[in-house]
């Protein structure tokens, strides 16, 4: 009996980024241009009558929002539920492809709650809202990735307003792609902001957060 070893030749194409030699063909960003991102370019949103310092920290490289479900909303008279949300400013958009880039932590517990957002549409708030509920991770109310709690994973959102697309990659894989709601200006938030189903207690921490962008 004769066994006959066929030797098959793979061509892998890379087209990501270069780190110490080794390709990265997950990485999202290539093709991006980064932009500056430092203090002056987010602000918080928190409960109204709260400083901010009760509802955010940044320790150590690492942004901790949190936020109850008995805290005021953003505003004085506003019927929103409770938020503590890294605002994006000095990059919002009306053109181009834009990405947003984190890495998140939520803990387990934390549920009903939207951890990313691409602001600004047609005939609703957002574009995008990506959310964690009973530990999946979400698009609005499509689950894209199972058992998201209690572990750090990069997160990617890039929005290509021309074509009117949304993306969402999780560690580098595509988890969601689906047509964007109008609009004509948006930016990008992060962190904890309450939905109707929302936990008593919300919490999502965050670091190396980056804004990309290509024309």
């Known amino acids: 009996m004769q066994?006959?070893?066929v030797a098959v030749l793979f061509v892998v194409v890379t087209w990501g980024s270069s780190v110490n030699g080794v390709?990265?063909?997950?990485d999202p960003t290539c093709g991006f241009t980064e932009l500056p991102f430092?203090?002056?370019?987010?602000?918080?949103h928190k409960p109204f009558d709260?400083?901010?310092?009760?509802?955010?920290?940044?320790?150590?490289?690492?942004?901790?929002?949190?936020?109850y479900?008995?805290?005021k909303p953003l505003y004085n008279g506003s019927t929103t539920h409770p938020r503590s949300e890294i605002k994006i400013q000095g990059h919002d958009y009306s053109s181009g492809v834009w990405q947003f880039e984190g890495?998140?932590?939520?803990?387990s517990g934390t549920s009903g709650v939207c951890?990313?957002?691409v602001f600004g549409a047609s005939n609703q708030s957002t574009t995008l809202a990506v959310r964690v509920h009973g530990g999946n991770l979400t698009a609005y109310s499509t689950v894209i990735v199972p058992g998201i709690s209690d572990r750090w994973f990069r997160l990617n959102v890039i929005h290509d307003v021309g074509a009117g697309k949304v993306f969402v990659h999780v560690d580098g894989a595509l988890v969601y792609e689906g047509a964007d709601h109008g609009g004509s200006s948006h930016y990008f938030k992060c962190g904890v902001y309450a939905q109707k189903d929302m936990s008593s207690y919300m919490e999502s921490r965050w670091k190396e957060i980056q804004i990309?962008?290509?024309n």
């Open 3 to 5: 066994v006959v070893v």
């Open 69 to 71: 479900s008995t805290d």
């Open 103 to 107: 890495q998140a932590y939520v803990p």
């Open 50 to 67: 709260l400083p901010v310092a009760q509802r955010y920290s940044f320790v150590d490289g690492i942004h901790d929002l949190w936020v």
């Open 212 to 214: 990309f962008n290509k």
């Open 115 to 117: 951890i990313t957002q």
């Open 38 to 44: 430092n203090t002056s370019h987010y602000q918080i």
């Open 23 to 26: 390709v990265d063909v997950l």
